[in-house]
């Protein structure tokens, strides 16, 4: 693939990473509270559920991010934050009929790093990588956030029949 075309499924990468959550009620990241029709464990157990979670999300991203050009280890955080984004819709999705906005949140924040390591992946791939300063991470969240929003309007800023029945 040419740099043209990466660059180019970058951007619709980006764009399904930031509009998935609000497409779904599929969840893709454990929070650190229970979700309304989770079952009942102890307090522990969410946050430390949670903390494994981001550690593996966050092995993942490094791996992709610092490791491009090394086939075995980008294939491993591709493996691994295939399966971070996998099991939680497989655990809580059955139990939890509506994510909750916050959780709408949390996964655009996820989906921002996962999407950042990807890209940092491309970059090395076809040159080295640039010093990136404070402007080139805020820009991006920016971006980022617009690339998200058509999907937030959807889901929280229009009226959907089924959802909202008159009394």
């Given at each position: 693939m040419y740099p043209a075309e990466s660059i180019w499924v970058f951007i619709v990468l980006a764009f399904v990473f930031a509009i998935a959550p609000f497409l779904t009620e599929r969840t893709f990241v454990f929070t650190l509270w229970p979700q309304a029709g989770e079952q009942q464990k102890p307090f522990w157990?969410?946050?430390?559920?949670?903390l494994l979670s981001y550690?593996?999300?966050?092995a993942g991203c490094w791996l992709l991010?610092?490791?491009?050009?090394?086939?075995?280890?980008?294939?491993?955080?591709v493996l691994l934050l295939s399966?971070?984004?996998?099991?939680?819709?497989a655990v809580v999705t059955p139990h939890v009929p509506v994510k909750h906005v916050s959780t709408h949140l949390l996964e655009v924040l996820i989906g921002f790093f996962v999407v950042g390591a990807i890209g940092f992946a491309i970059e090395a791939n076809y040159a080295n990588p640039s010093?990136?300063?404070?402007?080139f991470y805020a820009i991006a969240?920016?971006?980022y956030v617009v690339l998200g929003y058509p999907g937030f309007v959807w889901r929280h800023l229009m009226k959907?029949?089924?959802?909202h029945k008159a009394a």
């Open positions: 157990f969410y946050p430390l559920r949670a550690a593996a999300i966050g991010g610092t490791q491009a050009g090394n086939l075995p280890y980008m294939l491993a955080g399966l971070t984004l996998y099991v939680p819709g010093v990136k300063n404070w402007e969240a920016c971006l959907h029949p089924k959802r």
